[in-house]
């Protein structure tokens, strides 16, 4: 067992530096100016720790059963990483993805040997082994390349790609060091108060800061809450907003997101620096970042079914 | 005396008064509202009116366990009004018969 931890340890501590440098560039590409690149990465690195504890699963395996259970989770984890990988590629830009594709051959060679040499107990053990080494290798090789990645410059030799890919983001990270920390952070929105007000009314308490953070009117904003719970409510005298009906502050939290979504944040750019402006009927987003200029879907609350009771109604219009 | 010709015509001017008709703009909204206590309703707009709503209430019905209702509505045309959180459902039955294409479909609501 020791001994397999010591062989196993070093390539999964490996994997995740690995990762770590690719992390780096997607970060980089993140803040571009992709605001949801978020989810992905995230993404990633949830179903990472998963597959190396799949990993841990197999060494047990190894040890307990026949060989035949690897066999069956080995290509799983496979698919599991190229998702993975395939997550972040899409987010990640072209560039992001051809280092993870290293990344992914090299696993999926790995898989491939696994299965061809199955069957031969003993020898596979060591085969695999060879091959943990030889990743570790390929890894240890990126990881020089990374750190010194203007090595090249004094020497005769060739830069390969990603050498000057690094070269390329170390010098945008030095010309806008504000552009990782200050675009990533996007939007921090206050979380709204939904507090509940007996048992038929909500308060949705600091309602009027966000629309001053949002820098939208007030109405606005609370045209959309209203059409998009399909109830009614108003602004009281301690300008909170009172809504009928009981809501919670998770869903107050979605309607927001998707005002967001549709009338504060650019459609082009995702830059929250907009304007909405009312022109003809039409509302439109001015962006103050990159200058476009597109009309947004108007607020229509639609079909309203009746929920009070039918016998109250007809006693106030009778 | 006015010359018919040389009246301005405003080639917009009813273009104007209504373009908030919601049946127009080829979506099919799906709302939800609150009704007393934890009781919900699902509503429906903006369905074809080609297809016969009534039939689909009938397989709604069955297919979520749930009741509902066509109502006419002068302004929104016929409106699917079902009990409960029908919103997922919904959704996953109107694509899966065809009836409604996933990017027709606006959820509304919390
Ligand atoms: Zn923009």
């Known amino acids: 067992m020791a001994e397999e931890d010591a062989i196993f340890d070093p390539t999964l501590k490996k994997k995740k530096k ?22 992905a990465p995230t993404n990633a690195a949830e179903s990472e720790p998963k597959e190396e504890d799949q990993d841990d699963g197999n060494v047990d ?10 066999k069956k989770k080995k290509p799983f984890n496979a698919e ?43 020898k596979k053990k060591k085969d695999l082994d060879e091959l ?64 509940k007000i ?4 909500t308060s949705f308490a600091n309602f009027t800061e966000i629309c001053k953070m949002l820098h939208r009117q007030p109405k606005h904003l609370l045209d959309f809450l209203l059409a998009e719970l399909g109830t009614s409510g108003s602004v009281d005298g301690n300008s909170q907003l009172i809504i009928k009906g009981r809501f919670q502050q998770k869903q107050i939290e979605n309607v927001l997101r998707r005002y967001i979504k ?31 200029r597109c009309s947004v879907a108007s607020i229509k609350s639609g079909f309203q079914a009746v929920t009070s009771k039918r016998a109250a109604i007809r006693a106030k219009t009778a | 005396m006015s010359i018919q010709n040389l009246n301005t015509f405003d080639p917009f001017a009813d273009a104007s008064k209504g373009a908030d008709d919601d049946v127009q703009d080829g979506l099919v909204h799906i709302r939800i509202q609150q009704r007393n206590g934890r009781k919900t309703l699902t509503t429906v707009q903006g369905l074809s009116s080609e297809y016969d709503l009534k039939k689909i209430v009938r397989a709604c ?40 294409k996933p990017d027709q479909l606006k959820v509304h609501g919390f």
């Not at chain 1, 997607?26 to 992709?34: M, R, S, V, Y």
């Not at chain 1, 990640?92 to 491939?112: H, P």
């Not at chain 2, 039955?93 to 065809?98: I, N, P």
Request: proline content about 2%; aromatic content about 8%; charged content about 35%.
């Open chain 1, 198 to 201: 007996g048992a038929k009314k």
């Open chain 1, 18 to 39: 690995k990762k770590k440098t690719t992390f780096d560039i997607d970060a980089a590409l993140a803040a571009e100016g992709n605001a949801d690149t978020d989810g």
């Open chain 2, 61 to 100: 019905k069955k297919e979520f366990a749930c009741n509902g209702t066509v109502i006419d509505h002068p302004e929104y045309g016929e409106v699917l009004q079902l009990q409960g959180d029908q919103r997922e459902n919904i959704c996953q039955w109107l694509t899966k018969a065809g009836l409604a």
């Open chain 1, 132 to 195: 943990m080494a030889e990743t570790e290798e390929k890894a240890e090789d990126k990881e020089n390349v990374d750190e010194n990645s203007t090595l090249w410059v004094g020497s005769d030799r060739d830069y390969t790609y990603d050498e000057l890919l690094n070269r390329a983001f170390e010098i945008m990270r030095d010309k806008n060091p504000d552009m990782a920390a200050g675009k990533k952070q996007k939007f921090v929105m206050r979380p709204p108060q939904v507090v």
């Open chain 1, 262 to 292: 549709e009338y504060v944040t650019c459609h082009t750019c995702r830059s929250p620096d907009t304007i909405l402006q009312k022109d003809t009927r039409l509302f439109f987003l001015q962006c103050e970042t990159c200058g476009s």
């Open chain 1, 61 to 70: 395996i190894d040890l307990d059963f026949t060989k035949k259970k690897k």
């Open chain 1, 80 to 122: 599991d990483l190229d998702a993975a990988l395939n997550d972040s590629k899409e987010d990640g830009g072209g560039e992001g993805g051809n280092q993870e594709d290293g990344a992914a051959d090299d696993n999926f060679d790995l898989d491939l040997l696994d299965f061809s040499k199955s069957k031969k107990k003993k």
